[in-house]
């Protein structure tokens, strides 16, 4: 149980393009889910609260109009980075929380990587 | 200012050599304290949550356990299948998680 995917797992663009990543919680329902950014060796950085059927919530310093997320619905968000440019270069994961759940435990996708040209 | 603070960076240890990885937190009314694993290239594999000073858990060779200021997951006999960066995580009451930066391991056969 509690699994979560990520779409694509691996994308090169040019610079000025926009790309869009995929996450699905596939055998639970999650209200909110999260989206970190990860540079080598690095930990976990939160980009944003992603909340179903509304606004996301994002975090100091992170550009609303750069990282576009949307959570059409129970099992799936979407962040879109906006005119990649390479210092978008990065690993880029989701989280889920199990609303089945009590407990605030947070259940990760595998990642995308993606590399901006 | 909440923080999450693992030690050490970096461990390397022999097959069967056990040990300890720290997780010392200052987080603002502490709702949960996560250990993750997270191997290259792949996002964080949930491995226990802990809630109050005391609690234990258990998964095969991992043990962790929690006190009012630090969470250490214990490793007993470990496998080279076991090398991996180990993520602490720390919930609080301002629903923020807050990762620490991680401890890698390595186990050599």
């Known amino acids: 149980g509690a699994v979560v995917s990520q779409h694509p797992s691996r994308v090169i663009c040019k610079s000025g393009t926009s790309v869009k990543i995929e996450c699905r919680s596939l055998?639970?329902?999650?209200?909110?889910m999260f989206w970190y950014r990860q540079f080598p060796k690095q930990s976990l950085m939160l980009m944003a609260t992603?909340?179903?059927?509304?606004?996301?919530?994002?975090e100091q310093g992170v550009e609303k109009d750069k990282f576009l997320i949307n959570h059409a619905s129970l099992t799936l968000s979407t962040l879109t980075v906006t005119s990649a440019h390479p210092e978008d270069s990065s690993f880029y994961i989701c989280?889920?929380?199990?609303?089945?759940?009590?407990?605030?435990?947070?259940?990760f996708g595998p990642g995308t990587r993606l590399l901006v040209l | 200012e909440d923080q999450v603070t693992q030690s050490p960076e970096a461990l390397r240890l022999q097959e069967g050599e056990s040990s300890s990885l720290n997780c010392s937190y200052t987080v603002s009314g502490l709702r949960g304290l996560f250990w993750y694993r997270q191997d290259p290239g792949k996002g964080p594999e949930f491995l226990f949550t802990?809630?109050?000073a005391g609690e234990e858990k258990e998964k095969e060779r991992l043990k962790a356990t929690l006190t009012k200021k630090e969470s250490f997951l214990h490793i007993t006999a470990p496998k080279p299948e076991d090398s991996a960066t180990y993520l602490c995580a720390a919930y609080s009451s301002a629903s923020k998680i807050i990762f620490g930066s991680g401890t890698r391991l390595s186990i050599r056969p």
């Open positions: 989280s889920a929380r199990d609303n089945g759940q009590v407990q605030e435990t947070q259940y």
């Open positions: 802990l809630y109050s």
């Open positions: 992603s909340n179903e059927g509304s606004k996301a919530t994002y």
């Open positions: 055998d639970f329902q999650a209200t909110t």
